[in-house]
């Protein structure tokens, strides 16, 4: 039996989150280019509420250039639409929509959860069969944990178990520090297309910062002292 060391992760992958979609003819145009201007592994599709014919013109829209850039396409919620759109899967609020979900994704599509409040949540959805878990995403009320509690968390889960962890950031400066922390995955979604440089600078600039934080916490080396934006004297604010 051998005694070498698992093989180190590979550095995470960019998860984009879409803005709140009601027409869809602006992303049509615009996911390729994006897709392609960075590491993006899939794309999180936030539709607007309205009747399921509807949403699911949307989705159908959109799985086929976001996967033919090489990406998946996850529907928020919805795991009702995500066959009949063509999506690749589903991100579920909670445990509970997991169960309840999983026999209609599983085995060809994708489950991934959020919305994991405990430890123990966890590692239910994990033995249930999610395909990832999310840590730091806002709740209903827009609460969060803080980003150490959320880069705890992911420390946690990489060092113990195999289903892939995806770290929810808003920022460049949580994207490197979740990367540090041994994410899969970096969801990345509001302050990218709030950029005023336009989200295709903002998404390129995010995805060099958390292959950085890989290559420098496989280095061993303090992950903090190679924060992207330690040169910048205004960084010297952030929290």
Same mark, same amino acid.
């Given at each position: 039996? #051998?005694?070498?060391?698992?093989?180190?992760?590979?550095? *995470?992958?960019?998860?984009?989150?879409?803005?709140?979609?009601?027409?869809?003819?602006?992303?049509? +145009?615009?996911?390729?280019?994006?897709?392609?201007?960075?590491?993006?592994?899939?794309?999180?599709?936030?539709?607007?509420?309205?009747?399921?014919?509807?949403?699911?013109?949307?989705?159908? !829209?959109?799985?086929?250039?976001?996967?033919? !850039?090489?990406?998946?396409?996850?529907? @928020?919620?919805? *795991?009702?639409?995500?066959?009949? $759109?063509?999506?690749?899967?589903?991100?579920?609020?909670?445990?509970?929509?997991?169960?309840?979900?999983? *026999? #209609?994704?599983? *085995?060809?599509?994708?489950?991934?959860?959020?919305?994991?409040?405990?430890?123990?949540?966890?590692?239910?959805?994990?033995?249930?069969?999610? @395909?990832?878990?999310?840590?730091?995403?806002?709740? !209903?009320? $827009?609460?969060?944990?803080? #980003?150490?509690?959320?880069?705890?968390?992911?420390?946690?889960?990489?060092?113990?178990?195999?289903?892939?962890?995806?770290?929810?950031?808003?920022?460049?400066?949580?994207?490197?520090?979740?990367?540090?922390?041994?994410?899969?995955?970096?969801?990345?979604? @509001?302050?990218?297309?709030?950029?005023?440089? $336009?989200?295709?600078?903002?998404?390129?600039?995010?995805?060099?910062?958390?292959?950085? +934080?890989?290559?420098?916490?496989? !280095?061993?080396?303090?992950?903090?002292?190679? @924060?992207?934006?330690?040169?910048?004297?205004? #960084?010297?604010?952030?929290?």
């Amino acid at each position: 039996m #051998s005694n070498k060391p698992p093989p180190p992760r590979p550095a *995470p992958r960019l998860y984009l989150a879409t803005p709140v979609v009601d027409d869809p003819a602006t992303l049509v +145009a615009e996911l390729p280019e994006l897709i392609a201007s960075a590491d993006v592994a899939a794309v999180l599709l936030r539709l607007k509420e309205t009747d399921q014919r509807t949403m699911t013109s949307r989705v159908k !829209a959109l799985a086929p250039p976001v996967q033919k !850039a090489g990406a998946a396409l996850l529907v @928020d919620g919805h *795991p009702d639409i995500v066959a009949r $759109g063509g999506a690749d899967g589903a991100h579920l609020p909670g445990i509970a929509v997991l169960k309840e979900a999983l *026999p #209609s994704l599983k *085995p060809d599509r994708i489950a991934g959860v959020g919305g994991l409040t405990t430890r123990h949540h966890s590692m239910d959805a994990g033995e249930m069969g999610a @395909d990832y878990v999310l840590f730091g995403e806002p709740d !209903a009320k $827009g609460q969060r944990p803080s #980003s150490q509690a959320i880069a705890e968390r992911l420390d946690w889960w990489a060092e113990l178990f195999e289903p892939p962890c995806v770290g929810f950031a808003t920022t460049l400066d949580e994207a490197y520090d979740f990367a540090a922390s041994g994410a899969d995955f970096v969801l990345v979604g @509001d302050f990218i297309w709030a950029d005023p440089r $336009g989200p295709k600078a903002a998404l390129i600039e995010v995805d060099a910062a958390i292959k950085k +934080a890989h290559a420098t916490a496989l !280095a061993g080396q303090d992950p903090a002292s190679q @924060d992207p934006a330690s040169q910048d004297p205004a #960084s010297q604010e952030h929290g």
